[in-house]
């Protein structure tokens, strides 16, 4: 038995699951040889640096004829694709926004340029959270990419659409995330936390406005969660979330920083989820001109909610840089950072690792962890998320009294 998998491994598993999926004209893979030599080659990038600079992109396998040439950035002469210089292309491009693309020229695999995904060249901020509708030219939706994640990292995708993964040495298939389980711990808090938000609204939460609007609000306001550990994850200096669905008082929550009536996360979430059900219903429409005018501010709509969200999104993400956690409640307001929990673990405590099957000593952590254990476990209203300055992220929620972590919450 193999201990640790690599790229051959996840060859073999990349045409299980690649097969599973809905086949179509276009799902043709490249030949097993230039398949891993993709994968090696990513496999090997992703192990070096750049003026120590971790190497992160994406490497999409796809021919400039079926892209939209005005996103295009191509190369008057092809590069030969070598590990060498996804590295040297990795900083000039945007994790989840711009693509290096590669295909076969004469028999070889070259890097022919880059390609811009999604809202292309428009000047705005818009990123993978918000939600920006993604015109289905842009990218093809059987288009094989390899994203660069981490050092050994790789995460193999069919469009948009997670196939398979390698991470620490495993192979990991895709599975519905733990935030989206609605009959597990995380689900159901989130569930929850979903809830708070749609009674936030102007109009108390109308069941009519937001019974076909519930699966985008789960959808935006997970992304915007996900986004925070991400930015936190990309600074390396680690960080903590605490979401608390009940009030934490100074004996559990000693508040460094008292934020007062900060409900700005909370708004852009909604507010982009408005805009996003009035670009679904500009969109259906029939075509003429004021329609036409309708879609077009419909489109800048969700830009500038979506840049708004991204900004939320920062402002949370920076806040965690200071020590201690940052605090959030059950309608995601800021209720404060430079959080501190002083209440200790009691002796003993075990954590249990809720998708591997084991129970460990909380002890194995350090401060930052044991610090998020034990608000979770005085409080089973709460969750937390820890972003290790190695770029772990793991979930914590105390259920029925025992503490529970899940980890790799961002894979």
């Known amino acids: 038995m193999t201990e640790y998998a690599f790229p051959a491994q996840l060859l073999e598993e990349l045409h299980a699951h690649w097969r599973s999926q809905q086949p179509s004209a276009s799902s043709t893979l490249p030949d097993d040889p230039a398949l891993l030599r993709l994968l090696e080659t990513c496999y090997h990038a992703s192990l070096r640096t750049a003026e120590l600079r971790a190497t992160r992109c994406v490497l999409a396998y796809v021919s400039?004829?079926?892209?939209?040439?005005?996103?295009?950035?191509?190369?008057?002469?092809?590069?030969?694709?070598?590990?060498?210089?996804?590295v040297r292309l990795a900083p000039v491009t945007e994790l989840h926004r711009t693509l290096i693309g590669c295909h076969h020229f004469d028999g070889t695999l070259k890097i022919w340029g880059l390609f811009e995904h999604g809202h292309a060249w428009l000047g705005e901020t818009v990123d993978s959270i918000s939600g920006t509708p993604v015109r289905e030219e842009d990218l093809p939706h059987d288009c094989l990419t390899i994203t660069i994640e981490a050092p050994g990292a790789l995460s193999v995708a069919r469009g948009g659409r997670e196939v398979v993964r390698l991470r620490e040495g495993k192979i990991i298939a895709p599975h519905e995330h733990p935030l989206r389980q609605k009959n597990e711990p995380l689900g159901a808090f989130f569930e929850t936390l979903v809830d708070g938000l749609r009674e936030s609204a102007p109009?108390?939460?109308?069941?009519?406005?937001?019974?076909?609007?519930?699966?985008?609000?789960v959808d935006v306001s997970k992304m915007a969660i996900a986004g925070i550990l991400e930015r936190i994850r990309s600074e390396r200096h680690g960080g903590s979330i605490?979401?608390?669905?009940?009030?934490?008082?100074?004996?559990?929550?000693?508040?460094?920083?008292?934020?007062?009536?900060?409900?700005?996360?909370?708004?852009?979430?909604?507010?982009?989820?408005?805009?996003?059900?009035?670009?679904?219903?500009?969109?259906k429409l029939p075509a003429d001109h004021s329609s036409e005018l309708e879609r077009y501010r419909a489109e800048a709509a969700v830009r500038q909610t979506s840049r708004h969200l991204i900004q939320g999104v920062n402002r949370v993400s920076l806040l965690a840089a200071i020590d201690g956690a940052v605090l959030l409640d059950g309608k995601l307001r800021i209720e404060g950072f430079g959080v501190r929990f002083p209440v200790l673990l009691p002796p003993g405590t075990t954590i249990f690792d809720a998708l591997a099957g084991v129970e460990y000593p909380c002890d194995e952590w350090g401060l930052r962890h044991q610090s998020v254990f034990s608000v979770c476990q005085q409080c089973e209203e709460a969750v937390g998320f820890v972003v290790s300055q190695d770029g772990s992220v793991k979930a914590v929620k105390s259920v029925k009294g025992r503490l529970h972590f899940w980890d790799g919450i961002l894979d």
């Open 64 to 86: 400039t004829d079926t892209l939209a040439k005005k996103s295009l950035l191509r190369f008057e002469h092809p590069a030969i694709l070598t590990a060498s210089e996804l």
């Open 203 to 217: 109009d108390g939460g109308n069941p009519h406005t937001f019974t076909e609007e519930w699966e985008r609000l």
């Open 242 to 283: 605490v979401i608390s669905a009940s009030p934490l008082n100074e004996t559990l929550a000693y508040r460094t920083y008292t934020v007062v009536g900060h409900a700005a996360l909370a708004d852009d979430i909604l507010s982009h989820c408005w805009a996003l059900r009035s670009l679904q219903e500009a969109s």
